[in-house]
Structures are given as structure tokens and as C-alpha cells.
């Protein structure tokens, strides 16, 4: 492995997949409301990642940019089978992925399927009347997805399990307000391919926290911010210098009941402060039904 291959080391799903929170674990405002044992959800996310700025000293041309557009598809059950409510559920990504990697000169680019991730929420608080709820929810990231050792930072899988914890409360104050915080933990297997090398990832921990406001009962509007902190990187046991990442994100995200069973989403997010990552857009627009 030569040292400039070493030097652009960057995972990109860690950051980009996790928004389909994700990685559909980028999460959404309202994302913890609950529904009666035996309702059935299917969400389609559709999210878009431009970023023409790498932050951080891998980058050495200037010229590093991502371009990211992608699908995932969401199966959510409610049920009372855990003793409480609990909500298995499936998210199945596909990814199109085109970068130019911090230090590189030539632009590069893979597309496939995902790795899927199962699991569900446990709820501990419910109440509805007071839309004040909390839950932890748990996802395992299964690596099956389409990965190519040999440019595997554009890959759309990762080679490698993947574990996603979230600790969300959530309160309604008022009529028309709702306030939500999440804590988040991102926790990596080692990827035994990375150009023939191993490759392990320290935790990535993050808040994300929601403000959100009714229009209208179909409609409500809200703000987010998501601060971000850890994934740095080792190869073969050698901790890589620049690979910590921090950042912090704002967004507004709108949505809107179009009647009983289908809900449209839409969501912009800009990176505020980044290091040691792209910093970028996002877009998402998330269409909901319910089964």
C-alpha cells in the first residue's frame, strides 16, 4: 500500500448511508411519535449529498469533492410482542457514489446495493395525549452489500458488521411544539479488506436534536442540528494521523400529510464546521405510507 493511498483513507458510507438514518440513522424530526400494535409502515428515503470541500490536511490539492445520490427502503412493524411497544424493522439502501478522495487526481466512482440493517426501537415512555415518548433504538448493519476491496471509499457496502444505538426523548410543549434530542452511537467491525489490509474504526458518537412546529394538523416545519465526534481510523493497528472526525450540522426539514395513509418529507442540511471530512448539502425527500 503506498503512503498516498494511506493518506486518503476516508469512509464515506460511515457518513453519508447513516442519513438515510442515516445510514436511514440520519434521523428525521417526529421519528420516535408512535403508532397502534399492528400499524405497518414503509418509508422511501431519497437522499442527495453534494459537497465540493474537504476540511482537513488529507486534502492536499483543494480539488476533493463527493457526489452522492441514493434510495433506501424502510419496513417498520408496531407491536406489543417485546411487553412494551417495539417496532422491528428493515432498511434495505442502494448507493451511487462519484468522489474525487482528498489528495487524488482523478475522479472515482462505484454503485450497488447497500448493506441492509435490522433491528427496531424499544419504547419506554408512550403517551400519545402528551406526544411525550422515548425509546431506544438498535440497528445491526449486515455486510452483504456490493463492495470492491480495491476502491472500496466508494463502495456501497462496507465489508464490515456495524452497530447503531440511539437514545431519544421526545416532548410536546404546547399545542403546536414538539422538542426531541437523540444520542447516537456508531460502533464498526473491522473491514479485513481495505486493499488487503485491516482496516478498524473508533466509535462515532452524535446528538442530533429537533425543534418542530404544526402549521396545521397536516403540516408541520422543523429545525435540527447534529453534532458529530470520533471515527478515527487505524490500519493494520497503525493509527492514521487527520482521520478524527468532528462537525456539526443545521437543516430544515417540512412535512406534510397528503391524507390518512401517505406523508411527503422534505429536508435540506448544510455542514456548518467540519474536520477531517467533507462538509457539503444534503437533501432528502422521504415519502411515508401507511400499510
Not at 400499524?39 to 492536499?60: E, I
Not at 476502491?151 to 426523548?169: E, I, K, L, Q
Request: one cysteine or more.
Amino acid at each position: 500500500m503506498t503512503p498516498t493511498t494511506v493518506r486518503n483513507l476516508t469512509v464515506l458510507l460511515g457518513g453519508t448511508l447513516l442519513c438515510l438514518d442515516s445510514q436511514a440513522a440520519d434521523l428525521n424530526a417526529r421519528d420516535f411519535f408512535s403508532a397502534p400494535p399492528g400499524t405497518s409502515l414503509g418509508a422511501l428515503y431519497l437522499p442527495a449529498t453534494r459537497a465540493g470541500n474537504f476540511h482537513g490536511p488529507a486534502d492536499t490539492t483543494g480539488k476533493a469533492d463527493l457526489r452522492v445520490n441514493a434510495l433506501a427502503y424502510r419496513q417498520v412493524y408496531f407491536t406489543d410482542a417485546c411487553g412494551t411497544l417495539c417496532t422491528p424493522q428493515v432498511i434495505v439502501p442502494f448507493a451511487d457514489i462519484n468522489a474525487r478522495l482528498p489528495g487524488a487526481s482523478q475522479r472515482t466512482g462505484e454503485s450497488g446495493l447497500g448493506d441492509p440493517q435490522v433491528g427496531g426501537t424499544v419504547f419506554f415512555i408512550n403517551d400519545p395525549a402528551s406526544r411525550t415518548y422515548s425509546g431506544l433504538l438498535s440497528l445491526i448493519t449486515v455486510p452483504v452489500g456490493e463492495y470492491h476491496s480495491n476502491n472500496p471509499d466508494v463502495s456501497a457496502g462496507a465489508n464490515r458488521w456495524g452497530a447503531t444505538f440511539v437514545y431519544n426523548y421526545t416532548r410536546g410543549i404546547g399545542e403546536k411544539w414538539v422538542l426531541e434530542a437523540n444520542l447516537e452511537a456508531q460502533l464498526y467491525a473491522p473491514n479485513d479488506d481495505y486493499f488487503g489490509s485491516q482496516l478498524k474504526q473508533a466509535p462515532l458518537y452524535r446528538l442530533q436534536a429537533f425543534a418542530s412546529y404544526d402549521f396545521s394538523p397536516a403540516t408541520y416545519g422543523a429545525l435540527r442540528l447534529i453534532q458529530a465526534d470520533g471515527g478515527a481510523l487505524r490500519l493494520n493497528n497503525r493509527q492514521l494521523d487527520d482521520t478524527h472526525k468532528r462537525y456539526t450540522q443545521v437543516g430544515f426539514e417540512v412535512g406534510h400529510w397528503l391524507d390518512k395513509q401517505n406523508q411527503l418529507m422534505f429536508g435540506l442540511s448544510q455542514n456548518v464546521a467540519a474536520s477531517n471530512g467533507y462538509a457539503g448539502t444534503d437533501a432528502l425527500l422521504r415519502l411515508v405510507h401507511v400499510f
